[in-house]
């Protein structure tokens, strides 16, 4: 599968990688612990610009997850039920989503991101329970960069040994998705941190305003009274 895989990512480019990691990303049981470091390794070989490669892969797995979002907003919990007796192989997928989104609801879709299972079921229950679109977009994009970057990283950097860094992947997997969670935590704390002073400032702002206009009133009533 991996052999496959590079041979059509080397063969077509950024269009095979967009391809495939929006396929993955869309519940196709294609393995992102094979494509992204695919990605990674051809970007490598290819001399194509790292940075340029986590955007495209950003873009496609927003695609993907979009996709099943869509699905699940539009089937509802009626989707999810038929997919768990359709494809018995999903439901504990589906279950441990269901279980995050349940318990963290905008954070699951982050850090859901980089647990297996619940990695790209979320966008199912994301979508039966209806969650502003906006909102699933920038919460599953803290997750997806995390998590893509780090499997790139892991290509671009052992692009000779594909094969190492599955052994890698095995052998350090909860190190690697602790790492990941971390990291997401900070991000979500650090951008409520800022949304948080941004709206106090705002209100700051507007008190001063709205003293000033009185005092201005005040002085405008007192030199009619002159």
């Known amino acids: 599968m991996v052999d496959l895989l590079f041979s059509f990512i080397d063969k077509y480019g950024l269009i095979a990688i967009l391809l495939a990691i929006a396929i993955e990303y869309a519940c196709f049981p294609i393995p992102s612990e094979v494509v992204l470091p695919l990605c990674g390794a051809l970007a490598f070989t290819k001399q194509y610009d790292f940075f340029l490669i986590l955007f495209l892969s950003l873009f496609a797995s927003l695609v993907g997850s979009s996709v099943c ?5 539009t089937g509802g919990v009626k989707v999810i039920n038929w997919l768990k007796k359709r494809y018995p192989k999903s439901e504990k997928g589906l279950n ?3 279980i995050w989104y349940t318990k963290y609801s905008l954070i699951s879709v982050s850090v859901g991101r980089v647990i297996p299972l619940c990695r790209t079921y979320i966008s199912f229950i994301s979508g039966s329970a209806k969650q502003n679109y906006l909102k699933f977009i920038f919460f599953s994009s803290l997750g997806i960069i995390t998590w893509n970057a780090i499997l790139i990283t892991l290509g671009y950097k052992f692009y000779e040994n594909l094969d190492y860094i599955s052994k890698i992947y095995n052998d350090y997997k909860k190190i690697i998705i602790i790492i990941a969670i971390i990291i997401l935590i900070i991000s979500i704390i650090i951008f409520f941190i800022k949304k948080r002073r941004k709206k106090v400032n705002y209100n700051w ?11 201005f009133l005040k002085k405008v ?3 009619k009274t002159l």
Not at 205 to 215: A, D, G, W
């Open 69 to 73: 979002y869509i699905i699940g907003r």
């Open 205 to 215: 702002h507007l008190k001063t305003n709205y003293i000033k206009y009185i005092v």
């Open 221 to 223: 009533n007192y030199e």
């Open 96 to 98: 441990e989503a269901e």
